[in-house]
Nanobody, 115 residues
């Protein structure tokens, strides 16, 4: 059974850092594009960062230069290093794996940025 499990969500002060992890099981991990999305209260889910199977990277303009996505195909894990967090970064962060028409979502990890 395909599954994604996020971890690392926490509460942090503005300017702080967090690292989210997402562990996959039940999929041929290296073939999938992997992404992090976030959804703030009352807002639509938005793409934060993506790493494709060929390791090409994409970032939203709002996190470019502060967040880094990476993947470890041997461990079947994807990470999101978040630096210089801002209050508008408060959201539930979701891990996503997609291959052609098949998409899988994790359950989400809460990140709260507050002083």
């Amino acid at each position: 059974q395909a599954q994604l499990v996020e971890s690392g969500g926490d509460s942090v002060q503005p300017g702080g850092s967090l690292r989210l992890s997402c562990a996959a099981s039940g999929i041929s991990f290296s073939f999938y594009a992997l992404a992090w999305y976030r959804q703030a209260p009352g807002e639509e889910r938005e793409l934060v960062a993506r790493v494709r199977a060929n390791h090409r990277l994409d970032y939203s303009d709002s996190v470019q230069g502060r967040f880094t996505i990476s993947r470890d195909n041997a461990k079947k894990e994807v990470y999101l290093q978040m630096n210089n967090l801002k209050p508008e970064g408060t959201a539930v962060y979701y891990c996503n794996a997609i291959l052609e028409t098949r998409g899988i979502w994790g359950q989400g990890a809460q990140v709260t940025v507050t002083s």
